[in-house]
């Protein structure tokens, strides 16, 4: 049998209500046996709990701490189950796909929509899956694994609040499904151990600005009280927007600041050469985000912030494939 480690760190699939109101994380290390034993009959599963919180109060710390203990346990299990809220799993599963590349193990991401202690709670399937994905054998992603379906991590979006089915993978098929049978899609070449060198990269610059436009938005009443080190720009359609004014005056001012373009619309591909909106945005020296996901963008702007030595090739590397991240 594989050996497996299960990191917890929280989000409803571990949680209760409070007297006072509101559900809380809980601790799961010595409940899991009880209320979910299938697990130890797949795996021969070690618990870890890293922190039980509430995955929209994770912080740059956290998912350090969760990439260390990933980076200092890997060779000691077989493949690695992370329980996480679903607020931020995406983000998290994509910034552990730039922090630890290569990493040669499956780490599988996964939470609920209703807690394990309710009645028609999907925490145990979702749990019995992850823990089934973490052992097959020729599949090693980082991976959210949710309502018996795997996505890659670092194409994840939450995008359902009260649904079963709470994440989808807009610019690309998910990777397959745990439904009978476990079946995996046409994405045969994801799927093969690669035998590349193994890195670590813990660190994570978030001086990041983002700004969503709006019809109506004034820059005029724009100002950074701290310079940020990149800004994105959550554009219109194909990634346009009025680039006019104090905006563009504080770009030009600030030269070495990298400006990327990200667009509201989920699927599709930014492209600043269809309209002249685009054109003025690249002669300011921004680019396209191209299909990446707005959580793959954050962490990957944080990690080439972190390793990249200049404004050119932190541009450059943002429209590369650097984990899967984007179709180029
Ligand atoms: N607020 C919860 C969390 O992200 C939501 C969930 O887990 O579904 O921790």
């Known amino acids: ?13 571990s949680m209760e209500a409070k007297k006072s109101g509101g559900l809380v994380a809980k601790e799961l290390t010595n409940i899991l046996d009880h209320i979910v034993p299938e697990i130890n009959n797949i795996a ?29 346990e890997r060779l000691n299990y077989d493949g690695f189950v992370i329980t996480h809220g679903t607020d931020t799993m995406a983000y998290t599963a994509s910034a552990l796909s ?52 795997i996505y890659r991590g670092v194409r994840s979006s939450k995008y359902k609040i009260n649904e079963y089915d709470a994440f989808r993978s807009y610019n690309m098929a998910p990777i397959g499904k745990l439904g009978v049978e476990i079946e995996f899609y046409n994405n045969a070449k994801y799927i093969k151990k690669k035998k590349i060198l193994f890195k670590y990269y813990p660190k994570l610059n978030s001086n990041i600005f983002v700004f969503k436009v709006f019809p109506g938005i004034e820059f005029s009443n724009f100002n950074f009280i701290k310079k940020p080190n990149a800004i994105i720009l959550e554009a219109f359609g194909a990634g346009n927007l009025d680039a006019t004014d104090n905006l563009v005056r504080y770009i030009k001012k600030n030269e070495e600041i990298p400006v990327i373009i990200y667009s509201q619309v989920n699927k599709g591909k930014v492209n600043l050469n269809l309209y002249e909106s685009g054109v003025i945005l690249k002669s300011l020296g921004a680019i396209g985000s191209g299909n990446m996901t707005f959580e793959a963008l954050i962490f990957k702007t944080m990690h080439l912030l972190s390793y990249s030595s200049n404004k050119k090739a932190i541009l450059r590397n943002i429209t590369k494939n650097l984990v899967g991240e984007l179709d180029n």
């Open 44 to 72: 021969n599963i070690t618990h870890k709990q890293l922190f039980q919180i509430d995955s929209s109060h994770i912080n740059i710390s956290h998912i350090q701490k969760i990439a260390q203990t990933l980076f200092e």
């Open 1 to 13: 049998m594989k050996s497996l480690l299960l990191i917890h760190t929280g989000g409803t699939l």
């Open 98 to 149: 730039f922090m630890l590349r290569n990493f040669g193990k499956p780490i599988i991401l996964t939470g609920a929509q209703r807690p394990l202690y309710k009645p028609r709670t999907d925490a145990k399937i979702n749990l019995i899956d992850a823990v089934t994905t973490a052992t097959l054998s020729n599949y090693n992603e980082i991976a959210i694994v949710f309502d018996s379906t």
